[in-house]
């Protein structure tokens, strides 16, 4: 991928699938033009791409949409999260600004400078925040207009051992973190991904991340807009932090995919 190529992907699914799965923090690539505004020398950003990528979750969403007997549609960030995080709020809302992690990261998952003191990222967040955020609410619209609803499944890892930047690692980490919304996810929906993902060693709803993402357009405002965030603990399927894909990503692939069928299909 070069610095022309999109910074994100629409993939098509069946017409008649209400369901999106958004994988926002599965890439490595940093356009060297946002490079040079990182302070890392190149081995300590390839260990930070390492602790912050959620590795192969691109792979399993399309293992899972090539499964599922109604290909849901994938909505895939090509770029790393240290470009822009397209999941946080873009300005005084968000709790990880604590840490030098909005939308823009200025420092590292270990608390270290990735970015200099008193860096500006606005710049960073109009040429890569807002289309990513207009292309989502444009793809949400479309499966409303197509289907009626939409159906947001984020898919997410995350590490076995708590890292410094969390601000609330300190409860359960199951093999399957599963985040919720109090408005936009029904008691239906969630109890289908406890049951889906059961068989990985047990889940946990909102520990140690929370949460799901909705466009901010329909956030907090269209029920129709239902949502969920799977996360995966990166041992169960990998070896961290880095390493290669392990067999177990084929069992998570089709658990994913029976999820999705079982979503799409109003379950």
Do not use: Q
Request: proline content about 10%.
């Amino acid at each position: 991928m070069n610095d022309a190529s999109p910074a994100h992907r629409l993939l098509p699914g069946a017409p008649e699938s209400p369901l999106l799965l958004h994988v926002p923090h599965g890439s490595r690539v940093v356009p060297a033009a946002v490079r040079e505004g990182i302070v890392l020398d190149d081995a300590a950003l390839e260990r930070e791409l390492d602790h912050i990528t959620d590795a192969y979750t691109d792979r399993i969403a399309e293992r899972a949409a090539a499964r599922a007997a109604t290909t849901p549609w994938r909505f895939v960030n090509r770029l790393s999260r240290l470009v822009v995080d397209p999941e946080r709020f873009p300005d005084e809302r968000e709790e990880m600004l604590a840490v030098g992690m909005g939308a823009v990261y200025t420092r590292t998952t270990h608390g270290e400078a990735l970015r200099p003191d008193g860096h500006d990222g606005r710049p960073l967040v109009d040429a890569y925040f807002v289309p990513y955020a207009a292309a989502m609410t444009d793809a949400v619209a479309r499966r409303l207009g197509a289907t009626g609803r939409a159906v947001v499944v984020d898919v997410h890892s995350y590490p076995s051992e708590r890292l410094p930047y969390e601000l609330h690692g300190d409860g359960p980490r199951p093999p399957i973190c599963l985040g919720s919304d109090p408005f936009h996810t029904p008691p239906e929906l969630l109890a289908l991904a406890r049951k889906t993902f059961a068989g990985f060693g047990g889940t946990c709803v909102n520990s140690p991340f929370g949460g799901a993402y909705v466009p901010l357009e329909y956030y907090g405002k269209d029920p129709r807009v239902t949502a969920l965030m799977i996360e995966i603990r990166r041992d169960v399927y990998m070896t961290e932090p880095g390493g290669p894909a392990g067999p177990c990503l084929e069992e998570l692939a089709a658990a994913l995919a029976r999820f999705a069928d079982a979503a799409t299909n109003g379950a």
